[in-house]
Nanobody
Framework: QVRLVESGGGLVQTGGSLRLSCAVS????????MAWYRQAPGKQRERVGY???????TYADFVKGRFTISRDNVKSTVYLEMNSLKPEDTGVYYC????????WGQGTQVTVSS
């Protein structure tokens, strides 16, 4: 069974930075494309970006140039480094394999104050 545990969220000011972590259990964590998502209150969940098993990443336009996804397959951990944060980045952030059906983790709250 795949387990996803997000951490690293917090409260930051506009223009600040945060580094989120996603610990993945199970063999799938080392070979699958992993994605980051976020959801703000009253809004649909949206995909932030994803990273392949070989470390190639793709980003949504609204974060491109500000966020960076990386992974450490030895540690079975995926990261989301967020820079130049804006209030509209506020939301709960989740990680999950891009393909297949998996249960969502608890997510980690990111709040950006103006």
């Amino acid at each position: 069974q795949v387990r996803l545990v997000e951490s690293g969220g917090g409260l930051v000011q506009t223009g600040g930075s945060l580094r989120l972590s996603c610990a993945v259990s199970g063999s799938i964590g080392s070979i699958n494309t992993m994605a980051w998502y976020r959801q703000a209150p009253g809004k649909q969940r949206e995909r932030v970006g994803y990273i392949t098993s070989d470390g190639l990443s793709t980003y949504a336009d609204f974060v491109k140039g500000r966020f960076t996804i990386s992974r450490d397959n030895v540690k079975s951990t995926v990261y989301l480094e967020m820079n130049s944060l804006k209030p509209e980045d506020t939301g709960v952030y989740y990680c999950k394999p891009l393909i297949g059906y998996y249960a969502w983790g608890q997510g980690t709250q990111v709040t950006v104050s103006s």
